[in-house]
């Protein structure tokens, strides 16, 4: 792809094309200015000129633009107006990190150069260095900014985006992912209209209800054909992504923090570092853009010794249990479990302070001497003996009113001074912006998983902020709270995982409440939902794929009827669907019929040999369950030599059509055998011709085939 910016001769950063790759760029489409009636003039001897037809890198709003700008200041005097233009650049190799924040990185500096342009307001002395990386092997830029102070004078930010992207027109299609909790990821695309459309989140997480992505498609993009142009902010708080629509129909993408009861104060000296926005651009389709996704978060997002390593098949108590359980309880569903072949168990909520039901004792992190008498060391040694691993949950971002540490320290939460303090799950969110507060969690977690041979921690998140405030802040500094908390987090997280690199961690948020590439920096895979229905599974992992890669997706069969939606649903499906991510089971296996064992010994057996594929492979989307009644993917090996194939039928229909895939990814050249059949095709035979998918009867059924390449 090529990217191709233009200083003007007034000095601002002017947008000139972003798109498939110009082999030597001469601006046959230069910038063109006319005297637009009502678009005012900066330099009132050129009344061609207005920035409120400039397509432009970083605009402000105030002198002469009067569509949705970039960033926004409010100086001493209390006026918002700023002017930033062309000061200097450079370009080096490689990618600087960003001062604590998460963000994609290089592993040699040949891997990918740096644009750094530098603009300044020389009136008030605030500078904006605008940082584009552009990776080597990857259609990808990425894109943040830090703003400083240089002047004299106390500059507070109103608005402070990552990004801006001013297109020529508005012949797009827009794209994102929305939903709720146990319902995450769902796909919408409807045309651009004139004016704004936007999703955001206020909530204080990257959220259930919107995902910090979104994308422009072409009227004729699909799945394998077409532009793509699409952006994700690597951040895990409030968010904005809008498109604006002007009067002359292009479109304004712009993205970043959400300046909803957001500001910052820079003080002189001080500088503000915006997130990463992601930005990719595909020709292929959208399955292009999430294999360039997928890619580069698996191998240059995800960090620690996990990142390409096969993950394990576990077991997690929960919805075998919930809160009741002792340590014998725990142990025969252990025993059981390594009888079947799985490899982790994970203890889930209820093994610390008094916690019964939901209701206390969350920031209490010693453990419940009356369910565990030999504590976590002896309980995670004896499920060690049985041959499986040991992992813990965790919540170390909230806190119940009913606890030791909040009687201790009620100050500690989010809260507002003289109003009532919101409940979410009977717990209040632990203000993360305070030093004091994540020391003490660093040493708390720290001394938790020192205390056992844990390798596996699922690390939880389950409300968002209410009374968004901190007792340390003075007033002027308040609405920096859920930004410094962000900060706090990754802070916290960032020196967690570094003290015990030997642990997976898993995040989590009520299941898919914080699916973004923030979390997945620190933790190399999210729970996908708190929803384990494998019909609801299909919409949601097939919707979480568009960006996010399949390493990083867990997802567990569970018992029926399920715990969310109350379906009825076969093992055998709820075993494909799991399969196609990260595997593993949340159910109480003791109380299986022993032909249920025996499957799920099989499926256990078959996901070992195709782990490898599933988590490291190249993902092809085939049939949508947001699009029909039929859902199938595939994921193929990087030489082409293997590839697992699942399709799935959500309702059955009288007299129905036959059905027939056609697959993706293979080798046209190279001939291929379906494992368990002996049947030989060629690539090209399976791919442009396709498979049938055999007779299945009833509702939710699936087909999985393996094929293997032969000579």
């Known amino acids: 792809m090529s990217y191709i910016l233009k200083i003007t001769q007034h000095g601002y950063v002017a947008h000139m094309y972003w798109g498939k790759r110009i082999r030597i760029p001469r601006l046959s489409r230069s910038l063109q200015f006319f005297d637009r009636g009502f678009s005012p003039n900066p330099d009132p001897s050129d009344r061609a000129f207005s920035l409120d037809t400039l397509p432009q890198e970083y605009p402000a709003y105030g002198n002469t633009d009067f569509r949705t700008p970039a960033y926004q200041v409010q100086l001493e005097n209390g006026s918002t107006i700023s002017d930033l233009r062309y000061k200097t650049h450079r370009i080096y190799k490689g990618k600087p990190k960003l001062e604590g924040l998460p963000a994609t990185y290089v592993e040699h500096e040949n891997e990918a150069e740096t644009l750094e342009i530098v603009l300044e307001d020389s009136v008030i002395g605030l500078r904006a260095m605008l940082l584009y990386t552009v990776y080597e092997k990857w259609n990808v830029i990425t894109r943040s900014v830090r703003l400083e102070n240089h002047g004299s004078e106390h500059i507070k930010l109103l608005r402070a985006l990552s990004m801006n992207v001013d297109f020529s027109d508005d012949q797009f299609d827009f794209l994102h992912l929305y939903g709720a909790h146990c319902r995450e990821r769902y796909i919408e695309r409807k045309p651009l209209f004139v004016g704004t459309q936007s999703v955001e989140s206020r909530r204080g997480a990257s959220s259930h209800q919107q995902n910090p992505f979104i994308a422009l498609l072409r009227k004729n993009a699909d799945e394998d054909h077409g532009e793509v142009y699409a952006f994700n902010l690597v951040y895990s708080g409030n968010f904005l992504a809008q498109v604006e629509v002007d009067q002359f129909h292009t479109a304004r993408v712009s993205l970043g923090i959400n300046p909803f009861d957001f500001t910052w104060l820079l003080e002189p000296g001080e500088s503000f570092q915006t997130p990463e926005v992601v930005m990719v651009y595909s020709d292929e389709g959208l399955n292009g853009m999430s294999q360039t996704f997928h890619e580069l978060y698996r191998t240059r997002l995800a960090r620690g010794v996990f990142r390409d390593r096969e993950r394990p098949i576990l077991i997690n108590n929960w919805e075998a249990t919930y809160f009741d359980f002792d340590e014998e309880k725990i142990l025969t569903i252990a025993k059981t479990a390594s009888e079947l072949g799985i490899e982790l168990f994970v203890l889930d909520d209820g093994w610390f302070g008094k916690r019964d039901d939901d209701k206390r004792s969350l920031g209490d992190w010693f453990v419940d001497k009356r369910k565990l008498p030999n504590g976590l060391e002896g309980l995670a040694k004896r499920v060690n003996e049985t041959g499986m691993q040991f992992g813990l949950w965790v919540e170390p971002e909230m806190v119940s009113v009913d606890s030791e540490l909040y009687r201790k320290h009620p100050d500690w939460c989010l809260h507002v001074p003289n109003r009532p303090r919101s409940e979410g799950r009977n717990q209040l969110v632990l203000d993360y912006s305070r030093k004091e507060v994540c020391d003490y969690m660093i040493q708390v977690l720290s001394d938790v998983l020192a205390s056992a041979p844990i390798s596996y921690v699922k690390w939880d998140m389950n409300r968002h902020m209410t009374e968004i405030g901190s007792a340390t802040l003075p007033p002027e500094r308040q609405r920096e709270t859920a930004h410094r908390y962000m900060l706090g987090l990754y802070r916290v997280m960032d020196e967690i995982t570094s003290r015990f690199p030997h642990i997976l961690f898993e ?76 595997f593993g089971y949340e159910l109480d296996v003791t109380k299986l019929l022993e032909k249920e064992k025996e499957e799920i010994k099989n499926q256990v057996e078959f996901y070992k040999e195709i782990r490898h594929l599933v988590q490291f492979g190249t993902f092809y989307r085939m049939l949508s369950p947001f699009e029909g009644n039929e859902a199938a993917w595939m994921v193929v090996s990087k030489d082409q030599s293997e590839a697992f194939v699942a399709y799935f039928r959500v309702l059955a229909e009288a007299n129905a059509p036959l059905s027939l895939i056609r697959l993706k990814g293979l080798n046209p050249k190279k001939q291929y055998e379906i494992m368990g059949t002996g049947e030989v095709y060629g ?17 939710f059924v699936s087909v999985i085939w393996r094929l293997r390449s032969v000579d």
Request: charged letters at 15%; aromatic letters at 8%.
């Open 507 to 582: 995040s989590c948020s009520g299941g898919g409440g914080r699916f973004d590439p923030g979390m997945l920096y620190y933790m190399p895979q999210t729970w996908t939902s708190d929803n384990t229905d494998a019909v609801s599974r299909l919409k949601i992992q097939y919707g979480t794929s568009l960006v996010y890669p399949i390493s990083s997706i867990g997802a567990h069969v569970s018992a029926v009827p399920n715990h969310q939606v109350h379906r009825i649903t076969s093992l055998e499906m709820r075993g494909h669907v799991a399969m196609s991510g990260n």
């Open 683 to 699: 690539g090209d035979e399976l791919m442009y011709v396709g498979l049938n998918v055999p007779e299945r009867h009833g509702d």
